[in-house]
């Protein structure tokens, strides 16, 4: 194996860890960061990015297992993840909903 080719494998190889470890982290720090007590938007917010991880993690391991093992059956699992197009925009359009609600809700207030 080439020296090019091993230093790809190990970027790859961090690349599927980074992002599913921060499907874990990056909600943990926000929930800590508002003193366990998150609104609502913010979790409605979270759940597409978190998807969107976890796709991310998911191609980037895929990717990996393909160079690794060229019997691979790369299209199937590309199969998956295109199968999560729709869904992961159908949150994203939820999330965006519940955002502008929350400011249109919070410009009534400070109105005076």
Same mark, same amino acid.
């Given at each position: ?37 998150? &609104? ?30 060229? &019997?691979?059956?790369?299209a199937s699992a590309v199969r998956i ?32």
């Amino acid at each position: 194996m080439s020296s090019a080719a091993a230093k790809l494998k190990q970027r790859l190889s961090g690349y599927w860890k980074m992002e599913a470890g921060n499907v874990v982290l990056l909600p943990a720090i926000l929930i800590m960061l508002t003193r366990w007590n998150p &609104s609502w938007i913010a979790l409605v917010c979270l759940v597409p990015m978190m998807f969107m991880l976890a796709v991310g993690a998911y191609y980037w391991r895929i990717k990996l297992k393909q160079l690794e093992d060229k &019997s691979f059956r790369f299209a199937s699992a590309v199969r998956i993840i295109s199968g999560c197009q729709m869904p992961a925009v159908l949150m994203i359009l939820i999330g965006l909903i519940a955002l502008g609600q929350s400011w249109v809700h919070l410009s009534d207030l400070l109105v005076f």
